[in-house]
């Protein structure tokens, strides 16, 4: 069973940026693959970003790319969503995920989901 607890969120204007992370819980972090996720009002769970279980092999939305950044610290147990240049329509609830893998996941395939962390990005 592996437990994750996002963080970071907040209330930003066009422009900032905000550095979410995930810490998760278990001495075997190093073996998921990590994505993060976001869902705003309305709309469905979409795909933001994903690596691999060495950090490495990232995937982004095309929305995201230029502009987010994915990494992970394996000895913390913690992978982070760095966020740049951000825009009104980047307004969600983050997620986190986790799933057992080799390989990176960019669909919902996740076994393991955190509670969500809200961006909101003023104009």
């Known amino acids: 069973q592996v437990q994750l607890v996002e963080s970071g969120g907040g209330l930003v204007q066009a422009g900032g940026s905000l550095r979410l992370s995930c810490v998760a819980s278990?001495?075997?972090?190093?073996?998921?693959?990590m994505g993060w996720f976001r869902q705003a009002p309305g709309k469905e769970r979409e795909f933001v970003a994903a690596c691999n279980r060495w950090g490495r092999g990232t995937y982004y939305a095309d929305s995201v790319k230029g502009r987010f950044t994915i990494s992970r610290d394996n000895a913390k147990n913690t992978v982070y969503l760095q966020m740049n240049s951000l825009k009104p329509e980047d307004t969600a609830v983050y997620y986190c995920g986790a799933k057992e893998t080799i390989v990176v996941v960019t669909t919902q395939h996740y076994d393991y989901w955190g509670q969500g962390t809200q961006v909101t990005v003023s104009s």
């Open positions: 278990g001495r075997t972090f190093s073996t998921y693959a």
